[in-house]
């Protein structure tokens, strides 16, 4: 039995950054899934910030996603980054800039209005445009699967159900991004790192946000 115990929730993107690394690694590990609108009592003792994912192991308690995914790939065989120092710096330059790219992600589907709904999606799609010039394909680097590539799809995994609420416009013209984001969608550990009802699950949390995506989608339901 694997000492590994992760602390999730079904939708967040960084604890699926997480099992992402777990898949990939073949890493025996617990999963138990939380609900942060309604966090058990325990829950404040192990997660300072009050954010999943948390990863239990030894007695310890880690938190925030990248410090979770660094441990774990530094203490099991192989690694998910390139061997050369400044390759590697540039990857984890490019893992914080999904970051902010999730950022701009969550500042586009809480948007109350059409005129904020447009400008995050300009930011958004300026994101987009930017790592385009980065991309070797398949993947981010070529053909080698890494940490970085298991981030992005966490990103791209939202346009899966963005794509069924309105055209976006994010990826057009963009033809690496855009077979990057196809050779991600295939990958078993990225297809893998949600519960089944993931897509659903996600188009019900934003029909009850309140704000200019869910009125898309009461339209296109109307």
């Not at 490019?94 to 709904?117: C, H, K, N, P, V």
């Not at 013209?173 to 855009?178: A, F, S, V, Y």
Request: charged fraction near 20%; hydrophobic fraction near 40%.
């Amino acid at each position: 039995m694997s000492d590994l115990h992760l602390i999730s929730h079904h939708l967040c993107p960084y604890v699926q950054r997480a099992v992402i690394v777990l898949l990939e690694k073949n890493i025996q590990h617990e999963r138990t899934y939380i609900d942060l609108a309604n966090k058990p009592d325990w829950f404040a003792g192990v997660s300072p910030l009050g954010r999943v994912p948390i990863l239990q192991t030894l007695g310890t308690s880690l938190f925030e996603s990248q410090v979770i995914v660094e441990y774990l790939d530094e203490t099991t065989p192989g690694s998910l980054h390139p061997d050369d120092p400044l390759e590697k710096a540039r990857h984890r330059s490019w893992i914080d800039f999904g970051s902010e790219t999730l950022a701009a992600i969550g500042a586009l589907y809480q948007a109350g209005d059409e005129i904020t709904f447009n400008e995050k999606c300009i930011i958004l799609q300026e994101k987009f445009n930017r790592i385009e010039t980065e991309i070797e394909g398949p993947y981010f680097a070529g053909d080698q699967f890494y940490m970085i590539d298991g981030v992005w799809g966490t990103i791209f995994r939202y346009f899966d159900v963005f794509d069924d609420i309105t055209n976006l416009d994010c990826m057009t013209d963009l033809t690496k991004l855009g077979a990057w984001r196809n050779a991600l969608g295939a990958r078993a550990s990225i297809k893998n790192a949600v519960i089944d009802g993931y897509n659903s699950r996600l188009a019900v949390f934003l029909l009850n946000k309140n704000s200019y995506i869910s009125t898309l989608m009461k339209m296109r339901a109307a």
